[in-house]
């Protein structure tokens, strides 16, 4: 129908049709923060080190009767943060090759299967750094035959993108864990995964207080 034949009702309600789908497409878009993150480019440190061989195992434990409740979620990040830390050394301590037993039950926790994706078929690690961006994000490249997987943790309050360059493949798939909702008994954490897209062509975002695997 032309412009022209509308009935003038219809062209009235026009401006407000067309502003209701722009509220819509809006709604549509990534959040704010999404738009404006600081972008950071991964890089290498200096060594390569031999992955725990009981680290995996340390993950894999039974929960069957363990009543603990799970620390908060920044809590666990932190920890998240320090095994990255305490993995980078020559030779970790046995004992240190793990997570807490209060992070990883009730299974499967988020934890457990973050970093049970990252290292399952790694026998190496090599430490990424990030400079320019905030203290609070850390990161390692898991490597083993079929490539690297990357673990990011960020416990900043502001989002980040990263980019990771040849560390993962093109065909990546992203594993994502963010805190829900935090008046849940014990909070949610909640999971995105997709594979990698365009949208990632600038970096891969992590949200607040994250945990991400990339691989």
Known sequence: MPFSSL?????????????????????????????TAPS??????????????QLLPALQIDCHGVKIAAPAWPAQLDASAALLATLNQVK?????????MAMLCPAPSPLAAAWGRAAEQAGN?????????PGQVSGASFLGPQGSRV??????????????GTWVAKNARLDQYTQGDTAASPPKIDHLRRALGTE?????????MSLSVVG
């Open 7 to 35: 009935h003038p009702y219809r062209v009235r309600r026009l401006p407000q049709i067309l502003a209701a789908v722009g509220l819509s497409a809006a709604a549509l878009l990534p959040p704010a923060f999404a738009q």
């Open 40 to 53: 950071f480019t991964a890089g290498p440190d200096d060594l390569m080190r031999v992955l725990p061989s």
């Open 92 to 100: 970790v301590p046995e004992k240190l090759a793990a997570l807490p």
């Open 125 to 133: 690690l090599v430490k990424l750094d990030f400079p320019g961006a």
């Open 151 to 164: 673990l990011l943790v960020n416990r900043s309050t502001q989002a980040v993108r990263v980019k990771l």
């Open 200 to 208: 990632d062509a600038q970096g891969i975002l992590l949200p607040p």
